[in-house]
């Protein structure tokens, strides 16, 4: 295997791979963190014999960027998932694991020479790929019942001021309505549909479940960072309206 970006250091071939389905191209960019103590254990399950997981690039602490997958092949790193309305995000999709313990382990901040080689990475890969911004997406986004990765420390803004994703100011909670589990009624229903609108897999049936729940929660750790709760209030909603009012046209 040859480097497909000039930002990878190592290379480190991972097993875990297959070949990407009916004929699909990468037009999403999915962001991970490792959730284990150390980037040598994650490094071991992700080329090691038994495990099944993999991903494109792997981002050590100290920046250094690792290669596990070509791109052309498909990582199997997103597992049950789903964006605007399609599975299989593992043939659509470039893989990046970043070290961090995560939640289950001491979550911390990211160090600014690890964010700068993902920036990096990133920028060559939506390049090379033509990865549309708003397809640059948290684990979280994609599988929100059961992942929270990269998280709220994750420095999306950072990110979007150097030309990878899309971001606005977050909103901030000042009052007013809001929207929680166990609503019911039309205010509900809008709300849901403006999840949809913007790329979650999200039911439009006017009741906020524990699925719609899932989704504010993984939308707030993406955008509204500040205070993640599940809870839709004036300030989670008004970042969402910005955000589709801002969003690209998909081609």
Known sequence: MTPDS???????????HDERRDGA???????????MTTGEAALS????????????????????????VPETRRAWHAGVSCWRGRSDLNSRSIGIEIVNPGHAHGYRAFPPIQIAAVIELCRDCVARWTIPAQNVLAHSDVAPDRKEDPGELFPWDQLFRAGVGHWTEPARAIGGRYLTLGDRGQPVEAYQGLLA????CQKIDGTFDEATRFNTFAFQRHFRQG?????????????LHRLLTSLPRLD
Request: aromatic fraction near 8%; charged fraction near 20%; glycine fraction near 12%.
């Open 45 to 68: 399950r992700l080329t090691g014999e038994g495990s099944e997981v993999s991903a494109h690039y792997l981002v050590e602490e100290d920046g250094r960027v690792i290669q596990l």
């Open 25 to 35: 191209l990468p037009d999403i960019l999915l962001l991970h963190y490792t959730g």
């Open 227 to 239: 205070r993640v709760d599940g809870v839709a209030d004036m300030g989670t909603i008004t970042t």
């Open 197 to 200: 609108a913007y790329g979650y």
């Open 6 to 16: 000039s930002v990878v250091g190592e290379i480190v071939a991972s097993p875990f």
